[in-house]
């Protein structure tokens, strides 16, 4: 970057009290502010770290090899033109100068990184920025870039145009936060820093932990479900490690919350075959949550920490599948069961009368083998898209219409889903998640839906128009975090932050990663921020997840988020060293506003 000496910008009073800004453990604020990007101040945000900052960088704590946490948050800017954020910090009268990464946005929204100071681009390699002397800093700054010209939209650019397309992006209105935190220090989330923000909306802050870090098995983890298996009010996970010819018994195991950092294990019993999802429900309606995976529904015994699920087939078929749900088909006011693989088609299980619920259920084939999707209407995708009352199926690339109570089923397309080969290689697959929700507040039933199992993959919602299924908007969330995206094979729709608005939750797995550069698994939330959807990085520890399930964990008010790994070893950069783990996010200090 080209760079001339200039007289520093006096700091506006900064948002957080700095005289507070340095935090125990290796940790402290270096800038939080809100501030307006004009042709004053030329491309660039200057200031001088606060006060009561380290003088030295690299000693006690050494920050320069530890990671510095950038948000930047676009308030307002007069068009949605691609602009690029960036943290800099100049020495010596500018002859040092170092940058970290573009942050790109596209408009009003938020994105967040981090990157260690040392891996940073320097002006000159020879003059690297001296962090033991920061007494010596000439300032930092954030400095804002165009993507189309590319270029620090200033008088300083050696080309003109960037500055003639000043009005595309001035004035731009920014909250910029940067946090550093040294090499053996922890990050302790947004949220300890931003608290409400700078628009006054609440803001997202979660807090993770580990169900398990060191998984029971080095295998599959599949059949997850949350749910008060054991009747004290809190929410309990359900797991199963189950493949052959590997753990087959005395493999499926529930845990019981007592606290965030403590769940105790528990055996629901034995599973023979790999079924990667489950469902809850009253199969026998005694109370007690029962649970579905496989060709089975396990029975509560009421007593779980003493005894274990009772295993009851329902079905003839063998297969494991990918997707199940519940939900009442036939309109008889019984839950039914729906099951979906590639290998067999997508059925539905009629819930008999209460004195057959341990035979066989009357079994309805959907769609067969052929062209079925690998994934689709798993976690919520079935629900009403016609208006007419009755439970429909999302399946990718279309939806099924249910036609005579289940008899008969009328298939309509989506603008959505891509028949791709998956990188553990064999046929093409099309694989999503979807979550069926009034997400514009009109009175139809919309679709959010996520590819998953490849790389590179997407979020929509696809808004229902004509509230008939016959007409699809497609609008594709923004993805402003920098770097591809990995599998999305978890999506869930809850409003996080209370602010009584729909958010969007999806989390790249720790596999399905092809050859080319990719960071490492970061867990989304979007916001719908007045119309426009906002993408916030909530988790960005390297740590993946897959199938996430969500609900009020710890009976606090909100809504907390658990997920795990699909497998071991698949992905040995991971901050657990490549071991499988089940996570816990808790949802912290979210508040409604004035309360």
């Known amino acids: 970057m080209v760079h001339r000496r200039v007289t520093v910008y006096p700091l506006i009073v900064l948002l957080g009290a700095l ?23 030329n491309g660039f945000k200057w200031f001088m770290p606060p ?8 000693n006690p704590d050494d920050y320069e090899n530890g990671q510095v946490y950038t948000r ?15 943290f800099g910090i100049w020495q010596d ?35 690297p920025v001296d962090f033991s002397r920061i007494a010596d800093f000439l300032h930092c700054g954030i400095a804002v870039w165009s993507s189309e010209p590319l270029g620090y939209i200033s008088t300083w650019n050696p080309n003109p145009q960037v500055w003639a397309n000043r009005h595309k992006y001035f004035p731009m209105k920014v909250r910029a936060t940067v946090v550093a935190v040294s090499a053996d220090g922890q990050f302790s989330g947004w949220d300890h820093w931003l608290g409400a923000g700078s628009s006054g909306r609440p803001m997202f802050g979660f807090k993770h932990h580990f169900i398990r870090a060191e998984m029971p098995t080095d295998d599959w983890f599949h059949s997850v479900i949350l749910a008060d298996l054991d009747g004290d009010g809190d929410l309990d996970y359900a797991i199963a490690s189950a493949r052959k010819p590997h753990r087959v018994e005395n493999n499926f195991y529930w845990y019981e919350y007592r606290g965030p950092d403590d769940w105790v294990e528990h055996l629901i019993g034995s599973m023979s075959e790999t079924q990667q999802a489950a469902a809850i429900m009253d199969v026998d309606g005694d109370g007690w949550p029962d649970v579905i995976s496989g060709n089975h529904w ?16 329902y079905r003839n078929l063998d297969a494991g599948f990918h997707d199940v749900a519940v939900a009442d088909i036939n309109g008889d006011g019984r839950l039914d069961i729906i099951t979906l693989s590639e290998d067999h088609g997508c059925y539905w299980y009629e819930q008999p009368e209460p004195a057959s619920i341990h035979e066989l259920w009357t079994e309805r084939q959907i769609i067969p083998a052929e062209n079925c999707p690998h994934g689709s209407f798993g976690p919520e995708g079935i629900g009403d898209l016609d208006g007419d009352g009755d439970n429909d199926i999302v399946l990718g690339d279309r939806w099924a219409e249910n036609k005579d109570a ?44 996520a590819e998953c199992d490849v790389p590179d993959c997407v979020v929509a919602v696809l808004y229902n128009e004509d509230g008939k299924g016959t007409s699809w908007r497609k609008v594709l969330l923004p993805q402003t975090a920098p770097g591809r995206r990995g599998s999305l094979h978890s999506l869930r729709v809850a409003d996080f932050n209370l602010d009584d608005r729909l958010d969007i939750l ?10 080319g550069p990719m960071p490492p698994p970061r867990w989304f939330i979007w916001e719908d921020t007045t119309g426009v959807w906002t993408e916030h990085v909530i988790l960005d520890i390297n740590l993946g997840g897959h199938e996430a399930w969500i609900g009020d964990v710890d009976g606090d008010g909100d809504i907390d988020i658990v997920s795990k790994t699909w497998r071991s070893g698949i992905y040995p950069d991971s901050a657990n060293a490549g ?17």
């Open 93 to 127: 009268g500018g002859k040092r100068e170092t940058m970290s990464p573009h942050c790109e946005l596209h408009g009003p929204g938020v994105v967040t990184h981090r990157a260690s100071p040392a891996t940073w681009w320097e002006l000159d390699p020879n003059h």
């Open 406 to 449: 289940g008899v008969s089923w009328v298939f309509h397309p989506l603008p959505f889903g891509r028949w791709t080969v998956p990188t553990w290689g064999g046929p093409a697959i099309l694989a999503t998640r979807s979550v069926i929700r009034d997400m514009d507040g009109d009175g139809h039933n919309d679709i959010v839906i």
């Open 72 to 86: 930047f948050e676009i308030v307002s800017q007069p068009t949605n033109a691609a602009s690029k954020l960036q």
């Open 506 to 515: 999806a989390i790249e797995q720790e596999d399905c990663r092809d050859q």
């Open 298 to 313: 396990y029975r509560n015994p009421g007593d779980p920490k003493n005894k274990r699920f009772t295993a009851h087939r």
């Open 19 to 41: 005289s507070a800004a340095v935090a125990c453990g290796g940790e402290f604020l270096v800038f939080d502010e809100v501030f307006t990007f004009d042709e004053s101040l």
């Open 51 to 58: 006060a009561n900052a380290p003088r030295d960088w690299t």
């Open 579 to 595: 071991k499988a783990h089940a996570d816990f996010l808790e949802n912290r200090a979210i508040v409604r506003p004035g309360k």
